[in-house]
Structures are given as structure tokens and as C-alpha cells.
């Protein structure tokens, strides 16, 4: 089931141990009652929004596209920027699967080692955004 809302937000902070903003939003994938999946969003200037994520389990095509939705559709956003450590591998590979690219390599800016900045634009994620999938969409505030 897909769950929005500040529990997803609290839960991706505590999973990834990072601070987010007041303004933040979450959406989540919910399964047997427990979050097994969560991103983030924050940061949005109208061109961009910074992304977190953090799975626990198995995700659905479904859950890919509402996370592509919202900042493409709903947002609006031209691009959305994600970053983990290099030593991440799993979160490395997930991201560039569902479309991301790496941009930047911050170098030594993270405890584990090197910071590597993703970013994604609408054409990135097309196969998802197309997917018809959408039946239930998903409306939250900006």
C-alpha cells in the first residue's frame, strides 16, 4: 500500500540518519502494516527537488511510478538530485536502474569516503511515467 506523510519522512531520517526539513514530504510502501520503503523530498525551487531514499524489502512498479509522479507531474520539476556514499552500492545501482545518473563526485565529503551526487530528468524516468499503472494517483501539497 502506498502511504504518504511525515512517518515516512521520520522513518527515511532515522534509516538514513539525516535531518530533514519541516517542509519535507514522504511517500512510502507499506506492507503488513510496516514501511518497508520510503523517499523524501525536499529542498523544491520549482526546477529541482532533492530526493532521499531508503528500501527495505521488495518495491513495486507501482510505488516507482509515485515516487516519479510526484516530482515530475505534481511538482513539476525539471530534474530531481539525489546523493549517497560511494561505499553504497545497493542505493548505486537501485538509482541508476529507475534512471538516475551520476553528476558529481564529491571527494572525501562523506565519513565512509567519497559523495556521489545523482540526478534524473523526466526523460530519465519516461519508462516509468508511461507505465500504465496509475489507476490510484497520488495528490499531495508541495
Known amino acids: 500500500m502506498i502511504v504518504v506523510g511525515q512517518g515516512v519522512v521520520d522513518w527515511v531520517a532515522a534509516k538514513t540518519g539525516s535531518d530533514f526539513s519541516l517542509a519535507a514530504r514522504g511517500i512510502g510502501l507499506e506492507r503488513d502494516g510496516r514501511l518497508i520503503a520510503g523517499v523524501t523530498y525536499e529542498k523544491f525551487n520549482g526546477r529541482n527537488v532533492f530526493v532521499h531514499h531508503c528500501i527495505e524489502g521488495r518495491i513495486t512498479r507501482q510505488y516507482i511510478w509515485t515516487i516519479c ?20 552500492k545497493k542505493a548505486i545501482a537501485f538509482a541508476t536502474k529507475i534512471g538516475f545518473r551520476l553528476e558529481a563526485v564529491l571527494k572525501d565529503a562523506h565519513p565512509q569516503g567519497d559523495l556521489l551526487y545523482f540526478v534524473g530528468r523526466r526523460n530519465d524516468f519516461a519508462r516509468w ?14
Do not use: C, W
Open 129 to 142: 511515467l508511461n507505465e500504465d499503472i496509475h489507476k490510484s494517483r497520488l495528490a499531495m501539497a508541495a
Open 69 to 88: 509522479d510526484y516530482p515530475f507531474n505534481q511538482l513539476k520539476v525539471e530534474r530531481v538530485t539525489g546523493h549517497m556514499p560511494a561505499s553504497n
